[in-house]
């Protein structure tokens, strides 16, 4: 079966503008998580979406916010982009929290 | 406060040995403890659960282990191969309905040919 695919796979974007990112889970998974990777971090959550709700959010500024559609696929926006946004954004679906699906994530660099 | 440790320094092991590596967590109770394995570049793949009330767990050359009083994972590789050079990732589950996995920050690890 597909994975989970995450687009555009890489992005430059500049400081002060906004960016969306998407992410379709494997089908049947309505969950949806989103994280955040830096060298420095490391795997920082941003939040969950299950059945179009949020159900959970990580620490971050209300500049990142997601959403999830009808057919579980997510998108996540972050406006006012800042340098320290740099980053690879990853998604990860489950049916059951006992084993998370990652895409490949999208590497966001801002300039 | 809540901490996930893992090694940052990389470990650097021949082929045929076994590498094995360290999750360590400070005031957290989790339910459950996952491992998962991060090439460069890639998304974090799924290697192996472990719940708070199993000691151990295998699959084929993988091996963890679990103990909630030392508050640690222990997690091997057997006969260790070039191609399981990457960064492996522990990551804790709490109990709660609606909990999220919080992950350390991963050790690399290298096996020489």
């Known amino acids: 079966k597909a994975g989970v695919t995450q687009t555009p796979r890489y992005l430059i974007k500049t400081r002060g503008q906004q960016v969306t990112l998407s992410c379709s889970p494997i089908?049947?998974?309505?969950?949806v998580s989103w994280y955040q990777q830096t060298p420095g971090q490391g795997l920082q959550f941003l939040f969950e979406y299950f059945s179009e709700t949020q159900r959970n959010k990580g620490n971050f500024p209300g500049r990142f916010s997601g959403r999830q559609f009808s057919n579980s696929r997510s998108e996540m926006n972050v406006s006012t982009l800042e340098l320290g946004d740099s980053a690879l954004y990853l998604c990860?679906?489950?049916?059951?929290?006992?084993?998370?699906?990652f895409g490949s994530g999208t590497r966001l660099t801002v300039v | 406060s809540q901490k996930i440790e893992q090694n940052s320094e990389a470990l650097n092991i021949q082929e045929g040995k076994t590498a094995t590596l360290t999750c360590n967590y400070t005031?957290?109770?989790?339910?459950?403890l996952q491992w998962y394995r991060q090439d460069p570049g890639r998304g974090p793949v799924f290697l192996l659960l472990?719940?708070?009330?199993?000691k151990e767990k295998r699959k084929e050359r993988l091996k963890v282990t679990f103990d909630t009083t030392l508050k640690q994972s222990l997690f091997h590789i057997t006969a260790s191969q070039p191609a399981d050079s990457a960064t492996y990732l522990c990551a804790l589950g709490l109990n709660s309905g609606y909990s999220t996995l919080t992950f350390g920050k991963g050790t690399m690890l290298l096996v020489s040919p």
């Open positions: 472990i719940r708070e009330n199993e």
């Open positions: 990860a679906s489950t049916v059951n929290r006992e084993s998370y699906t």
């Open positions: 089908s049947g998974h309505r969950s």
């Open positions: 005031n957290y109770s989790p339910a459950y």
